[in-house]
Structure formats: C-alpha cells, structure tokens
C-alpha cells in the first residue's frame, strides 16, 4: 500500500494551520459528539477556512471521569463515539427513533441489535472486514474485551480488586470467564470493529480535503487499563498489582507537594529486554488512527519523577534516568522517520532537548505562556524555531479570551504592546501571531476561532467537575469565519498545496 501524502512527517513539510477540537466537543444530541454527519460537517468547514490539520485528544475508551488521559486501553478505541446514524446508513440499524441522542440503555440496545443486523446483512467484503480486523487487532483485543467483561461484572471496580485468580489471571479462571462471558466478549468486540470503522472512514474523507489527523499520546499509562492488567511483568509492580512507583511531576513554583498522577512507572530494563515491543505496537496503534502524534510529558523519556507508591503527594519522588534514545531509535528503526511532536512545555532539561533535536521532533510553543517575562521568553513569536507547533493555548488552558480577561492590566499592555496595540479584539491578535508564526505548523482551539470566554474551556487540570464535558454548536459559528480564516491562512502562507503533502 502506498503512504498517503500526509503519512509521517509530510504533515510538518511546509506551512499549515490546524484546529484543536476532541470529537465529544462536535454538536448533536447525546452525552456528547460522534463520528456521524456533525463530523463531516466540520471537515467541511475546515476545508473550506483552509485549515489543514485536525488535532484531538487521546481517542482510547475514558473512566468515569471522561478524562482521555486516563484511558482503559492504549489501543482500544473510544466506542460512545460510534454514531448510530452512519450505521442507519449502512443498513445495520434499522428502528425508529432519535439516532443521536438515545439514553445510554437504549445506545446499548441500539448497539446490539446492530450486531445481530450485521450478523444477517453483511456482504461478503464487509464480513471479510470484520475477520481482518480481529486478526489485526488480536495482540491486544481480547485482553481488553475480557478486561472490560470482567469490570462490568465487577460493578467498575479496577482489576486489582477481583478476585485473585482473576486479578493475576490464572489461566482456569480467565478459561472459565471466556466460557461465561462469550456473548458479551464478542458485543465489545463488535463495537471495537464500529468505531474503528467509523474513524477510518472519516480519517479517508479528511485525506480527500488535504487534512491530516494529529493525535495525541500520553506517556503513561492509566493503573486501572486492560494494558496493566495484561503485562503486569512491563510495570513496576509489586505482587498485588500495586505500583511500587507512580509518575508525577516534583514541587515547583505552582504547588509546594507537586503533582501525583497516581500511573505507574514502566519496567524499562523488561521493556528494553525485546527491543521495546510494546511500544513499537502501540505506536503501530495509533499510526492507525493518525498521520502526526503529539508525545505528552515527552521530558519522562528521558528521566522520570519516581514517587513511591506509599506516598500520598509528589514531594517525596525522585528522578531516574529513561532509556530514551534506545527506544527512539528502535522506533526509528520500525517506523522511519517518527511522526512524532514533543510536548516539551514547562522546565525543559538540556538533555530532554538533545533528544527532542538528536530525533527531529518539532516541539511546542504556547503563546498565552510569552508574556510574563522578558524578550527571552522562549515563546514569543520572534524566538520560535520553524520545526515547531505554535498554539494560542491548549486544551488544559484556559480559552485566550478568558485568559486574556483575566490578566493584570499591566499584562494585558504587554500583551497588546508587543502585538502591536491591534485593532481587532481578542483572541484574533494571538491567533494572527500564530499564523505568522515561522513555526510550520499553527494550531488554534476551537473556541478561540469562535471567540469565547472561559465558560468554554476544556480542561482545569488540579480540578474534578465540568472538565471534557465543553461542546460547540453550529450557532455559534459566525457567518463568514471560514472566509476569515482562509484569508488569515493565505496571508501567511498556510493553504495546504492539495497534493504535495
């Protein structure tokens, strides 16, 4: 098969100009987006602003607390995103009733009976589909159906609360669950096939445009995850499955305690023991999904904050040294040249940067970040480098025009000083310095394009509550904006060049 255009680093080739929006943000009924017609339509509206490429968050299936940091599975797809509409489409769901805003049992249902329709329609090609996907995906498939079965079972308690033979999976008891559990396993299955389906099918829409997917990839991995629960041997655990270590990040000016973000650590001399399997599948995975992927907390490749299992805050960790440079060049060696881009924001290490630079990664700058020191400041427009991704904000910031809102007064003079005391009002004067950024590639949140404040943000990291919940809706999209745009992403030399990737 030959590469599309966009594949790998032919994102980051010339000039563009991207969006920052999380499918569960895009308009409709339901607890919140999917990849039905609304995802269409925003292509579309990309397409027609000039804007080349779509990031989202981590697309893998959340806890309770939505958050697509903390997925249950590095590989497995996010399934409250399957629309039923697009199966209406294609024959495999035929009752009546609101496609895209159904109660969670009647999703459920809906879902279900999609199975048994495939199961009495599906065409040749389609069924052969299906086969190709389980074989594809069975390095980690029927780990995560059995992990998500047995959850169910348990009411949503994490793995290390089942019972033991469960809990260290001894083989008569997960035989006995497979044996128990078969029709469910084979439901989960189906549903992973579906929202695969879907992404791919919107994914092949996106490349018609010229857009390229930007994803997002954390570094570490969520405790309770079919990925610990089945390779306990790669996470430094003890016997119980309780990690011995857990990443955070130390005390700094921001908080006395740190930050305790409770994964665990990776074994790394196991992991470097088979050249780094498991990482060269997982980023088999989400080549899958996307053309470029953002790399979170990229400095844990090269040392790690250590906080011992026991400890309730960050203050106690340590650092230790990561393998970074074998993995990147067993990544290297699978993959070529990596479609990678490192999320080296905050306290960045010379040696996190020879990384960054010995691979080629663009790494980010953030302009609500600029204006609170001087000149030097690494992201102010006149110090970015071309091999960079420039944002206005990200989606654990607040939006620009919130942020702006809430800047001192002599801030906000700053801020307009160095802008040049522009006539339009915010966020335009930032999303403009993004654009004519030198970096090769500017990314703007969706709610700065559309002008709101800090009832639209994202993400407030530190705090439970309203976060992943925010959506926009097609009213608030101002007339002309795409024009706008599309005239912003030409002056400054960011039309994608249909063809030339």
């Known amino acids: 098969m030959t590469p599309h255009p966009h594949a790998g680093r032919g994102v980051l080739a010339r000039r563009r100009a991207g969006i920052l929006l999380h499918p569960t943000s895009l308009p409709g009924g339901g607890v919140h987006g999917t990849l039905g017609p609304h995802a269409y339509r925003f292509v579309d509206l990309m397409a027609e602003a000039g804007l080349g490429v779509w990031q989202t968050l981590p697309l893998g299936p959340p806890h309770e607390d939505r958050s697509p940091y903390q997925c249950m599975s590095v590989h497995a797809a996010n399934t409250q995103l399957i629309s039923l509409e697009a199966l209406r489409e294609r024959g495999w769901l035929d009752e009546a009733g609101d496609a895209e805003a159904p109660s969670q049992g009647e999703r459920s249902s809906a879902l279900r009976r999609a199975a048994e329709l495939f199961r009495a329609r599906a065409k040749g090609h389609e069924r052969q589909a299906y086969e190709a996907f389980l074989e594809r995906q069975q390095h980690w498939l029927d780990d995560y159906v059995l992990y998500l079965a047995i959850r169910d079972r348990f009411e949503g308690r994490p793995w290390w609360e089942w019972e033991p033979g469960l809990r260290d999976r001894d083989p ?17 299955r189906f549903e992973q096939f579906l929202a695969f389906q879907q992404w791919q099918d919107l994914k092949a829409y996106a490349h018609q445009l010229d857009i390229a997917l930007f994803g997002d990839m954390p570094i570490f991995v969520a405790h309770d995850s079919a990925d610990v629960w089945a390779r306990r041997e790669l996470f430094d655990l003890d016997e119980t499955g309780q990690p011995r270590t857990v990443a955070g990040v130390p005390p700094d000016y921001f908080s006395e305690t740190g930050q305790r973000w409770g994964n665990p650590h990776y074994d790394w001399e196991r992991m470097r023991a088979d050249g780094f399997a498991w990482w060269r599948q997982r980023i088999a995975s989400e080549l899958e999904f996307f053309d470029l992927i953002r790399v979170d907390h990229f400095r ?3 040392a790690f904050w250590a906080i011992p299992g026991d400890q309730p805050t960050a203050a106690q960790g340590y650092w230790v040294e990561a393998p970074g440079t074998e993995l990147f060049e067993a ?40 204006f609170d020191s001087g000149p030097e400041n690494p992201y102010l ?21 919130g942020w702006y809102r809430s800047c001192s007064r002599e801030l906000q003079e700053r801020v ?16 403009r310095s993004a654009f004519a950024s030198v970096g090769r590639l500017a990314v703007v949140p969706m709610q700065d394009y559309l002008g709101l404040g ?33 005239g912003m992403a030409d002056l400054y030399g960011r039309i994608p060049d249909t063809g030339s990737g």
Do not use: C
């Open 381 to 401: 427009s006149h110090n970015h480098v071309a091999n960079s991704v420039i944002y206005t904000g990200t989606h654990d910031n607040d939006t620009t025009l």
């Open 416 to 431: 307009e000083a160095y802008l040049g005391y522009p006539q339009e009002v915010m966020p335009w004067p930032l999303i």
């Open 300 to 302: 844990g490749f090269s």
């Open 172 to 188: 008569a008891a997960l035989e006995q669950a497979h044996n128990e559990l078969g029709e469910v396993l084979e439901q989960f």
């Open 454 to 486: 800090s009832e639209a943000r994202m993400n407030e990291p530190g705090t439970e509550g309203d976060n992943w919940v925010w959506r926009f809706d097609w009213g608030q999209v101002p007339p002309g904006l795409a024009e706008q745009l599309r």
């Open 331 to 370: 990544l290297r060696g699978e993959f070529g040249e990596l479609p990678l881009v490192a999320e080296d924001l905050g306290i960045i290490t010379p040696e996190v940067e020879v990384l960054r630079d010995d691979f080629g990664l663009p790494g980010m700058k953030v302009l609500q970040f600029a």
